[in-house]
């Protein structure tokens, strides 16, 4: 069954730095997703991203939050100056058209900001 | 706005039958999922609803009232590996239809006992 990729599992940074979160959606899917959640609370909306562009955002999803598809298959979450509060597994999606396609999600990575 | 509602918490048996009702109050509505989540791991699609009625799907249905805002997730034959949270989450209709971000519940802690 396709799945969605996401590296790495586990990143441990220190606060102020930049991380980098990648995703390799499923091929033929069309609209991507993060979500995060933090330790104990629910999933959390933070940006979708459909032709090449971001399509809706949060409130959470500020200027510290970026997004790109550098190619046809990666889609990555830049997160600059990292902050405690960002501590969070932030978890990739892709869905295909039609339906209830697709909101596969990936098996996330932990991010630990210290 | 999104406003879904869950139990935080059920405990049922081995063997047994549990329901997990929700509830929502939304500005749009385009469809109702379940979602299961063990501890530490991504969501995984259990079931979709976009009009009334009753969904099944092997030892789990899933059910939907959109007049009263309203859905609940059937598990039967209950089994020790059903432990787990399980997250209702409501997709918005926008107007572009481009994001149809997904808005989750809070989820339910199910805990299957011997």
């Given at each position: 069954e396709p799945e969605v990729t996401q590296t790495p599992s586990h990143q441990v940074t220190q606060m102020g730095q930049e991380v980098i979160l990648r995703c390799v959606p499923i091929s033929n899917h069309l609209y991507f997703y993060w979500y995060r959640q933090i330790l104990g609370q629910k999933v959390e909306f933070l940006v979708s991203f459909y032709n090449n562009e971001i399509s809706e955002k949060s409130e959470i999803f500020d200027d510290q939050f970026s997004v790109e598809r550098p190619d046809g298959s990666n889609f990555t979450l830049k997160i600059r100056s990292t902050k405690l509060e960002d501590s969070a597994m932030y978890f990739c999606a892709s869905k295909g058209t039609g339906g209830h396609y697709g909101y596969t999600f990936g098996s996330g990575t932990r991010l630990t900001v210290v | 706005g999104q406003n879904i509602d869950q139990p935080t918490e059920m405990t049922a048996t081995e063997g047994a039958i549990v329901q997990i009702n929700c509830t929502y109050q939304t500005s749009g509505f385009n469809g109702l999922f379940w979602y299961q989540q063990h501890a530490g791991e991504a969501p995984t699609f259990l079931s979709y609803n976009v009009l009334d009625g009753l969904e099944e799907k092997g030892r789990f249905s899933s059910f939907l009232s959109r007049s009263k805002g309203y859905s609940y997730l059937l598990l039967k034959e209950l089994q020790m590996k059903d432990s787990a949270s399980y997250l209702c989450a409501v997709r918005d209709r926008l107007s572009?239809?481009?994001?149809?971000m997904l808005t989750f519940g809070g989820g339910t802690r199910l805990m299957v006992k011997p």
């Open positions: - | 572009n239809n481009a994001g149809n």
